[in-house]
């Protein structure tokens, strides 16, 4: 199934980029908090990439669920992102981040793959700005507490 819309409503381009705050917000203040309010900083940002991850993936379950027979690989894929990102969660906060980081990168591919067959394209420039924002707002603070950016 193809859509026919080729724009973005404005309430989605405004959801779409409010759902950065949390992430800017967030790494910005990893790098000028106390010692002692970092690592809640740190692990309310995971927890907010992991949410963002989850989320992404399962926008492949609703793609596929409208078709007549839905897609195995696009069910599979829907669930790896959320399982990736839930292993984020059981290691070093800052490990963690470089996980969401690269998961988060790994949706875009895929995404780019995927969205044309839909007619999607046309979200492709935002998920491209959304996704670099959100990858460098938990590669840096990540790399910051790892000491690479000190």
């Not at 724009?7 to 790494?27: D, E, Q």
């Not at 926008?59 to 690989?73: A, D």
């Not at 984020?88 to 990168?105: D, H, N, P």
Request: net charge positive; with cysteine; glycine share 8%.
């Amino acid at each position: 199934m193809r859509f026919s819309n080729n724009k973005i409503s404005s309430v989605g381009r405004l959801l779409g980029y409010s759902g950065l705050v949390p992430f800017v917000t967030l790494a910005g203040l990893s790098f000028f908090v106390s010692p002692s309010q970092r690592p809640a900083v740190m692990f309310s940002l995971l927890a907010y990439g992991v949410t963002i991850v989850s989320f992404l993936g399962a926008i492949h379950w609703g793609l596929t669920m409208i078709e007549s027979t839905p897609s195995k690989q696009q069910l599979v894929w829907g669930v790896v992102p959320s399982l990736l990102a839930w292993v984020s969660l059981m290691i070093q906060v800052e490990f963690g981040l470089l996980v969401v980081a690269a998961v988060l990168l790994l949706c875009l591919v895929i995404d780019y793959k995927i969205y044309p067959n839909f007619g999607l394209d046309h979200w492709l420039r935002m998920r491209f700005i959304l996704s670099i924002v959100a990858i460098a707002s938990t590669v840096f603070p990540a790399l910051f507490g790892l000491g690479v950016l000190s």
